[in-house]
């Protein structure tokens, strides 16, 4: 079962009745990645939000033909400027969160419902390829630039899998 691609549903969980309102009225609300670092002690915050991490096991530098092992260690880098940048996150309806529970009739997992009822009771379904048109005439006509994607969130202490899937994650990430 495959349910990616551009024109899928895309569901925002919401704490008030008010911030529903908005998004069907065409507003929504952004946090700058700046303000989702400092969550990080919340269920909304993500420290790594806008950084990527490389985790160097083997690292060693040569000197003047001298190699010289580093310590393990996870690097984490990013674009400058890039704290002030908004960002909007929704989840995407696909195979991580649903289950089959009968021939084409699926359910929400429980442990992602366990998740998100932290996000709020109120819950908006978009339809991604209509926002992204929306966003894009809005950019567009105001001269602004704008990227989307999806986001693959990675254990970085867990050794990726050696296959293309994981070549394809980090292709795949968008800052």
């Known amino acids: 079962m495959s349910f990616y691609h551009d024109d899928g549903i895309l569901i925002k969980f919401y704490e008030k009745q008010e911030y529903v309102d908005n998004i069907l009225n065409g507003s929504f609300f952004m946090r700058s990645v700046e303000s989702i ?29 001298v190699t010289i092992p580093l310590p393990p260690t996870e690097y984490k880098f990013s674009y400058v400027g890039i704290q002030r940048i908004p960002v909007f996150s929704a989840v995407q309806l696909d195979e991580q969160i649903l289950e089959e529970t009968s021939e084409g009739i699926f359910k929400f997992k429980r442990a992602f419902v366990d998740h998100m009822e932290q996000f709020g009771k109120y819950v908006v379904t978009l339809c991604k390829k209509e926002l992204i048109r929306k966003i894009t005439t809005y950019a567009d006509k105001n001269h602004y630039h704008f990227c989307y994607g999806n986001v693959s969130y990675v254990n970085s202490s867990t050794p990726p899998p050696e296959s293309d899937d994981w070549k394809q994650i980090v292709d795949e990430y968008v800052f």
């Open 37 to 65: 670092n400092r969550l990080s002690d919340s269920f909304r915050g993500d420290p790594l939000e806008g950084y990527r991490v490389l985790e160097a096991s083997s690292a060693r530098v040569e000197w003047r033909g």
